[in-house]
């Protein structure tokens, strides 16, 4: 069992608004990964990191930001939600290449 | 482009058959590829993995099969349980340190 935890795991909020998703692992894992999927569509990397201080963009473009300064600490931060938002994230992390575990997902709805 | 996919969007099978889900990966690289279960309103999570050096490798009731020479993947589940209603989804590593997601294949047991 993975313990990857996400916050909050269910959000509507309004077009406009800032708003951040939490993610974070009690297993010193390195990389994190934040993943963006709409429901029972597969997933698309939009940010990771390997470690501390390290942030990459993923394979889909996304307006939102990522920060690392702990390693077990991934948020996610969209500056202006807008209902092209509106989707399910993902968080995940691995001590290595291979298995991620994941979190239990957010799933946000932008009005 | 590389892609990872899935051959059937859907699959209803009795229960206590057997089920067999497949995938077809493009990259001729990948080296590693995983089996995610993901129910409803939950995080994907981690079925069983599979390294290019082997073609076989079986888990409690699930057995994954690597087809190499035609980029083909699949997953066995043994006597399917109502339990075991998800949709899964294929994912390969090629080597960057990410996964690559394929589409999904949403599995029904009926009783």
């Known amino acids: 069992e993975a313990d990857i935890y996400q916050t909050p795991r269910y959000l509507v909020i309004g077009t406009g608004k800032k708003i951040t998703l939490e993610c974070s692992q009690t297993m010193g894992h390195d990389k994190m990964y934040w993943y963006q999927q709409d429901p029972g569509m597969e997933l698309h990397l939009i940010h990771y990191?390997?470690?501390?201080?390290?942030?990459e963009k993923g394979d889909l473009s996304s307006e939102s930001t990522v920060s690392r300064i702990r390693t077990e600490h991934f948020p996610l931060t969209l500056e202006s939600a807008r209902p092209s938002h509106t989707s399910q994230y993902l968080c995940?992390?691995?001590?290595?290449?291979?298995?991620?575990?994941f979190g239990p997902g957010t799933r946000l709805t932008v009005l | 482009g590389e892609s990872v996919g899935l051959h059937l969007p859907t699959l209803s099978v009795q229960e206590g058959d057997n089920s067999i889900i497949n995938c077809a990966y493009s990259?001729?690289?990948?080296?590693?590829f995983i089996w995610y279960k993901q129910e409803s309103g939950k995080g994907p999570q981690f079925i069983i993995d599979i390294r290019s050096n082997m073609d076989k490798r079986q888990g409690q009731r699930v057995t994954v099969l690597l087809n190499k020479t035609v980029k083909h993947l699949s997953l066995q589940i043994a006597a399917t349980q109502p339990g075991d209603s998800a949709v899964y989804f294929c994912?390969?590593?090629?080597?960057?340190?990410?996964?690559?997601f394929g589409q999904g294949t949403r599995l029904t047991i009926n009783p």
């Open positions: 994912a390969e590593s090629q080597g960057a340190q990410k996964l690559v």
């Open positions: 990259n001729s690289a990948s080296d590693y």
């Open positions: 990191s390997y470690g501390v201080n390290s942030t």
């Open positions: 995940a992390s691995t001590s290595s290449v291979d298995t991620q575990y």
